[in-house]
């Protein structure tokens, strides 16, 4: 199977081989060529508290800091054959049908659909279809072990009022209130839970629009800072000459641009520091937000 | 010797070194481990016990419970809940409580539905765990002796089952979905069974690893049977240096490494050709999808793989020798049957390229597919052996493939930490591909592959089916219809020098510096972006450069030189098309290399008269380029140690460097107006030229 080398080939080779392995840095120990992988870094972030408390369907509340919290608001739209096209607007959470039945992390999972107080459907993704004759929608947001996410011992979940006026339906937190349609609303109160906490802020709370404009090297307005006091809300509205992607550092969240389309993110400045904002591609720093 | 082959041999080997150093070979191998030696063999594969368990496994949730059995056919919901009655009052909380409960051999653990995230055994390390003595592996964790990972089991470890003989361990769920055990990505690996002949796993999942769901060191039989395992930095099921093993049923995605890795399974025949006493391991009835490779073995000795799909990963199947540390190296006597092989094209290196896999693993979203490929590879591939000998792959059904079918290529020992000179070239032999069915579906549906087989051409006594389609090299030994018989074998020391300078510069692969080489096509290379196209294209200016200035300034009086030209610039053109990607597998390499061919030989006939010396090394060139065509299209040459090609390199580099020397050359004297119509106001030649024409 191996082949006798002739002399000669053998003395270049053995020469060629010294030299190779002196250029490889492979002639120490025998150890695995493996260049440096990904990091396989571990994991060591919480999921939560588990609470005594559960909800009405049964399943146990995953308490998480409001900071850490996701948040969900949704807009039902109504179907020119009947019923509501519901869209929901997630933030510090994604959708993951796959792992559904896995250990909870945080900011992943689904949404359960409750019209008129019962469990009817699962959510996925961000659109979803509530039959007609529905009068409320509950969207609550759920880990992929079924546990609810909740703040203060009270669900994430936002409350529609589904009354049937085509192009203006009402929406509600809880029977009584009410808000317009697609406006973040207020948590309903989970069977005998405690009092209610507001995942996502009232409409009058939109917070500010800061307005940018990036044309090649050139950030407009001139790089400055923002600054925000805890819990305030931010409108970025970035128009850009290319496609890129605005990175919000230690928020972490991005924001993809393409060429001449205003692009909006909005973030909750829960978290105080200084931040920087810029562009993956082009590497510029946009503005920084100071939240104190 | 002659100097000219020597000098070859040297030069090839350089090339060959660097590309083997660097060729991080396909399938692979991230795993640093405690040195291990292999199982003496005298074990068994464990068989099924299926009486009552020993010990039992759930969660006291009995309403949860109740709705995760709901829906269980009525024999097996009344059998577990009759189990988690038992289980809620004499049972374990947590899979590692009962390991640990285990007091002799042979005992079963029941675990019922649910899910498992072992929280006793998340904290970080305390103590005397937080502070071991043990060195550090290049991926950043201890290599923990056993002794080490007895004292201090959770530090790598979810589930630590060490020491423990002919161990049962089973979910009781409906389908393997029904029992998951979470590792959350916080520990290295789900569950390690270390020291523990005879386990038999057995219907459950195991799942977010930063390392290996399933891990199996060193054991003399054991058993995966019906288990699920995905996510994972690297590999689904490790098992390493074992023997007398068997997966069956089951299933693996979504690995940055492997789904199925065999690791260094005993090395028990080697020494045999390919009639052999037993197989080490045996996997069947298995789909490992959607990872980097869907199996790979370095050092994956006397493994039966058979009836297994592997599909939709970057490639289905490899084995190779390119790692040290592995036991049984090189690797041999791997034997692949009716597999499903196909649809292997998948890409991930866009993450590596975006920043996604420079997350930690629990934030790059493995779970909504993303992989974090942690070697270079070529995707689309089927079958890749780098440096593997008496493999067989008979039988199987291979298709779909964007790139090819077969890849194998040689890697030299130092690679795997070797370095007497007797082994560098004992890899890549006796590998037989033979009554594949290629480009076809199992219900015959044609599917076809970009390319059947990719081969440097280093090795001996390997073989190929005759109804492979397009191949590269166009012409391969044929495997005869029993084991052990090649026609056309030939017996090279070294592979093609622009294959090797193709894997050199792929191999430059580095995933924490987001590094994809851009020559390479692995990553996305087209066109000109391609090393081998920049090659042909570097390779034929200088040819046509020196080649038009040997004719205007030696030969323009003489037509045959010129129509020889104009074959030779044809040729050198259609060499730099044969180069891409689509056309590399057709004809037109070898007809580009029969044009310069012709081009070499006529233009060393015109010399002949006034530069004898040139000439005859003109011819020589030619000679060697028609029988490099003659190579690659027709028949692989035999008897000869080095492809033509590498002949072709050097005395082409040669040729260059005589032919421009000729052409500025000034004459030795002044000569008569030579041919009419040509007055020149440099005479050419000693003597008039043309007299051919």
Known sequence: MTRPPGVTPLLSLTVVLAAALTLTGCGGRATTHHKPGTTHQEATGSSGTLLPARDETGHRLRELPAADAPTVRAEARPDPEGGWNVHLAVERFRFTPESTGGAALPGRGHARLLVDGRETARMYGPWGYVPPGAHTLTVRLHADDHTVWAVSGSPVQTTVRLDGTPGTPATSPAPGASATPGAPATPATPGASVAPVPTSPPPADAGRTVTLTITGKTVEPPLSRIELKKGERLTLRVTADRADTVHVHGYDRELRLSPGTPATLTLLADRTGLFEVETHESGLVLTQLVVR | ?693
């Open chain 2, 1 to 693: 010797m002659s100097w000219t082959r020597r000098l070859v041999l040297a030069l090839s080997v350089v090339l060959a070194a660097l590309a083997a150093a660097l060729l991080t070979a396909p399938g692979a191998q991230a795993h640093e481990e405690r040195p291990v030696t292999l199982p003496d063999g005298s074990g068994s594969v464990p068989k099924l016990r299926t009486g009552e368990p020993d010990l039992l496994v759930c969660k006291t949730d009995r309403a949860d419970f109740e709705r995760r059995v709901a829906g269980f056919p009525a024999a097996l919901k009344t059998r577990n809940l009759a189990l988690h009655e038992r289980c809620a009052r004499g049972g374990y909380r947590h899979l590692q409580q009962a390991v640990d409960a285990v007091d002799r051999p042979g005992m079963t653990i029941a675990i019922l539905p649910g899910l498992y995230e072992e929280e006793p055994s998340l904290p970080q390390p305390t103590g005397e765990c937080a502070r071991l003595k043990a060195p550090k592996s290049s991926l950043g964790y201890q290599i923990l002796s056993y002794e080490q990972q007895l004292s201090c089991p959770h530090n790598q470890n979810l589930v630590a089952i060490l020491g423990k003989k002919n161990l049962q361990i089973e979910g009781t769920g409906a389908s393997r979905l029904d029992v998951v055990i979470d590792a959350k990505y916080q520990k290295l690996n789900a569950l390690r069974a270390d020291g523990s002949d005879g386990i038999y796993f057995r219907n459950f999942t195991a799942q977010r690893t930063t390392f290996n769901s399933l891990y199996v060191l060193a054991a003399d039989g054991f058993v995966i049977d019906d288990v699920l395992t995905r996510w994972n930095d690297e590999y689904g099921f490790l098992t390493f240096a074992s023997d007398h093993g068997l997966y069956k049923n089951c299933e693996s995605y979504g690995n940055g490494d492997s789904g199925i890795y065999p690791g260094s399974a005993s090395n028990i025949n080697d020494g045999y050709g390919y009639d052999v006493p037993r197989y080490a391991i045996e996997i069947t009835g298995c789909r490992s999808h959607h990872n980097m490779v869907g199996y790979s073995g370095t050092a994956g000795d006397s493994v039966w793989v058979h009836d297994n799909e592997l599909d939709h990963n970057m490639g289905g199947a490899s084995m190779d020798s390119a790692f040290p540390g592995h036991p049984g190296l090189p690797q041999n006597h791997a034997r692949f049957e009716r597999n499903l092989i196909h649809d292997n094209n998948q890409n991930y290196y866009p993450h590596v390229a975006d920043g996604t896999c420079a997350k930690p693993p629990v934030d790059r979203g493995y779970e909504q597919g993303v992989v974090c490929p942690q070697i270079s590879m070529p995707p689309g591939t089927g079958i890749i052996t780098a440096g593997g000998n008496w493999n067989l792959y008979e039988d199987n059904w291979i298709y779909g493939h964007q790139r090819a079918a077969f890849f194998l290529s040689a890697v030299p020992a130092f690679i795997r930490g070797e370095s007497a000179w007797g082994k560098q070239t004992d890899t890549s032999h006796h590998n037989r591909y033979a009554g594949n069915h290629l480009g076809v579906d199992k219900a015959g549906n044609a599917h076809p592959n970009r390319t059947e087989v990719w081969w440097d051409g280093q090795g001996s006594g390997n073989c190929w089916q005759s109804d492979a389609g397009a191949t590269t090299p166009g012409a391969l030994p044929g495997c005869g219809t029993r084991r052990g018989d090649v026609s056309g074998n030939t017996d090279r020391l070294i592979g093609e020098p622009v294959k090797l300078a193709q894997l050199l510069v792929c191999a430059d692969y580095n995933v924490q510096a987001r590094r994809l080489p851009a020559g390479c096509d692995w990553y996305g290379a087209r066109g000109l972006q391609r090393v081998e196209t920049q090659l042909a294209l570097g390779g034929a200016l200088l040819l046509a450069l020196a080649g038009c200035a040997l004719w205007w300034r030696r030969l323009r009086g003489n037509r045959l030189a010129g129509v020889a030209t104009l074959i030779g610039l044809a040729g050198l053109a259609l060499d730099v098309a044969g180069s891409t990607l689509a056309l590399t597998p057709t004809a037109l390499p070898a007809l580009a290399l029969l044009l310069t061919g012709v081009w070499w030989t006529l233009i060393g006939l015109a010399l002949r008269p006034t530069r004898p010396v040139l000439a005859w090394a003109t011819l020589t060139l030619g000679a060697v380029t028609l029988l490099d065509a003659f190579d690659k299209a027709v028949l692989m040459v035999p008897g000869i140690p080095l492809s033509p090609a590498w002949f072709r390199l050097l005395l082409g580099v040669v040729w260059v460097l005589w032919a421009v020397i000729a052409s500025g050359a000034r004459p030795p004297r002044p000569s008569d107006q030579s041919a009419p119509g040509h007055p020149t106001d440099q005479p050419t030649v000693d003597r008039p030229a043309g007299g051919t024409a």
